[in-house]
């Protein structure tokens, strides 16, 4: 069986490369290095001693797309291409919208002119909205987002649930994360953001390294044991894992289902440091801020339909999450920049 995986270069996209080719898909990656670097698919293949086949494009253009279907025989997708940052989003919605709508809509149209219905799409925790249940399931109302980012996931779930009504050939898992980190334990691949993180992991292992001064805890206010925020944090093995699990959804022929991926273990953005600190032995400054805006205060999921129907459950906790997101980034200070 052979795999597209569009974004196949990213942080995401690279982990789902390595552990496809492990378990002996043929994989070819689609991504136009947006918010990437080709050396992480270098490092996959060197990982694994498997080779895959790197199309540098857009899911935009319909000449890649189409030249990939024909060159390929591809079975099913996994669709990872998009931009997400939350904050640039609002800045930019345009291009977000249309980066991350039309460039789906583009894929679906050349998927189906290819004959392939066969999709996992990378959706998010966010569609939730601030959650009408906690732990969140995935019957939860989806809410009202906050940010253009979030809506191009919930509006891309709408096109996908409508495409699937009006052909039932097509198979569609959506996948929601909650907050995945960590990286491979080759410590060869991992989340490389450009400029300074937005997101809390790796900002927590730049001011490890020391790269960055201190950590700003956004809200120390919150309604929540600690005051801080509260997060379903995942490791990227996990995820992937869950990936994995769902292709047989696709191979089943059923139809369009979803799943939460996440372990259903809330942690506190203080109760992350503090096991950062005791899995690496680093310490990490840290001042209280304000609340950052649009944030909610928590978030976690029930992942029970995933383990009763895809068989996946989470394996690994919060300790090994902070030792590999650390291993990669003490290893590779600048992420792929540097060799
Ligand atoms: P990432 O930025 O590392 O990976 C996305 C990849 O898509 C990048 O390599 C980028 O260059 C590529 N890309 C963007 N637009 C493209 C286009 N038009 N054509 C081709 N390639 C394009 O991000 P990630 O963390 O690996 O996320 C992967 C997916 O998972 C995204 O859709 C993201 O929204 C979703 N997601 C991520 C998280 C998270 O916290 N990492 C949480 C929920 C959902
Ligand atoms: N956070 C923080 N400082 C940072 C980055 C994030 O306190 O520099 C907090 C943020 O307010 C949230 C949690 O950490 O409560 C997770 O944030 P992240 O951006 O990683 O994920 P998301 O907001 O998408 O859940």
């Known amino acids: ?53 790197f199309y540098e494009g857009d899911i935009l253009d319909r000449e890649v797309l189409g030249r990939i279907f024909s060159e390929q025989k591809i079975d099913f997708c996994i669709h990872f291409a998009g931009l997400k940052a939350v904050g640039e989003s609002v800045q930019k919605p345009w291009e977000y919208y249309n980066n991350n709508i039309t460039g789906t809509l583009t894929l679906l149209d050349e998927m189906r002119k290819a004959g392939v219905k066969n999709i996992i799409f990378s959706s998010s925790a966010t569609v939730y909205g601030d959650p009408a249940q906690i732990p969140i399931t995935e019957e939860c109302p989806k809410g009202s987002c906050t940010n253009p980012y979030g809506w191009t996931k919930s509006m891309i779930e709408q096109i996908l649930m409508d495409m699937y009504k009006a052909d039932n050939e097509w198979n569609i898992v959506i996948l929601r994360y909650f907050n995945p980190v960590g990286a491979h334990q080759s410590a060869l691949i991992g989340e490389d953001p450009k400029g300074i993180p937005n997101n809390l992991m790796p ?60 372990t259903g273990h809330g942690v ?62 003490m290893k590779n200070p600048k992420g792929y920049e540097e060799e």
């Open 1 to 53: 069986m052979n795999v597209l995986v569009t974004g196949g270069a990213g942080y995401l996209g690279s982990h789902a490369c390595l552990k496809l080719l492990e378990e002996g898909y043929g994989v070819v990656a689609l991504d136009n290095l947006a918010n990437s670097n080709s050396k992480s698919l270098e490092r996959v293949q060197k990982i694994t001693g498997k080779t895959l086949k």
């Open 203 to 262: 900002y927590v292992t730049q001011v490890a390294l020391g790269r960055l001064p201190q950590l700003g805890v956004f809200g120390g206010d919150y309604d929540t044991p600690d005051g801080t925020c509260i997060r379903d944090y995942i490791h990227v093995l996990d995820l992937i894992d869950g990936h994995v699990k769902a292709i047989k959804k696709l191979e089943d022929n059923s139809g369009l289902s979803i799943y939460n991926l996440g």
């Open 268 to 329: 506190s953005v203080l109760e992350l440091v503090e096991n950062f600190i005791k899995a690496t032995g680093v310490d990490v400054p840290y001042v209280m801020k304000d609340r950052r805006a649009g944030d909610i205060p928590v978030c976690y999921s029930d992942p029970s339909k995933a383990e009763r129907e895809l068989g996946w459950k989470a394996q690994y906790g919060v300790f090994e999450m902070c030792r590999d997101a650390w291993n990669w980034q």
